[in-house]
């Protein structure tokens, strides 16, 4: 079955909420595979007002993790359909119950507990991997507080079982962190291909992946 990969890809960035409506198979599994690991996410924000209100993001359908203080909202949200949706909620709630802190950013971590153990000999093979730092030069980092190599602007977390990206703007806009999340899982994909030896190319889905994602317009 033929599926329309273009369309599927502007609701995910767009509107969610119209993954509740898929039935096909094969669009499913096209979807499940634009996010196919777990991710997290930091933001450095306020509560808005005096109240404790972790309680809302806790009741997220499908969320894995959330842990809030005063000044870091911290969040795990799952792969596939239920990843998207999650992400979309807590933008949503975000803007309500938080200040936007443009002082700060938003750090990325993406799942690599598959590859736990390789990932952390990789890195120490290819410290300031060069195709890297290039992708996430595509963030437009402004930032003065991470430098451009490996430890600054990415690294390994928790004995390499999330690839951490330390670039992120703030924002509390869905399609902003969603595109961010794609490239970063894009990157994640190319990596663990290298690990798996299979060699990327321009002509492969995962190397069109980080294409589209780094160059999307908002």
Known sequence: MVIDKKKL???VRTNPLALLILKKKEEIQYVHSLLP??????????WQGDHY????????????????SAGEKR???????????????????????CYLNPGSGIHYHVDCTDI?????SYVSKHNNAVWILEELDMWDYKGQYNKR???GWYRT????????FRVGEMSFDYTLLIKRILHATAIV???????????????????KQVINNRVIKL
């Open 9 to 11: 890809e502007e609701i």
């Open 37 to 46: 690991y777990s991710i997290g996410f930091e933001v450095e924000c306020a």
């Open 53 to 68: 209100t972790q309680a809302v993001f806790d009741c997220i359908p499908n969320i894995m993790a959330v842990d809030c």
């Open 75 to 97: 969040f795990r949200i799952p792969n596939g359909i239920s990843g998207f949706l999650c992400l979309y909620e807590i933008c949503k709630l975000l803007k309500t119950e």
């Open 116 to 120: 736990q153990n390789d990932l952390m």
């Open 149 to 151: 190599e490996y430890g």
């Open 157 to 164: 977390n928790f004995s390499g079982q999330t690839l951490e």
């Open 189 to 207: 994909k190319r990596i663990k291909n290298e690990i798996a030896g299979i060699k990327p190319t321009e002509k492969t889905e995962d190397a």
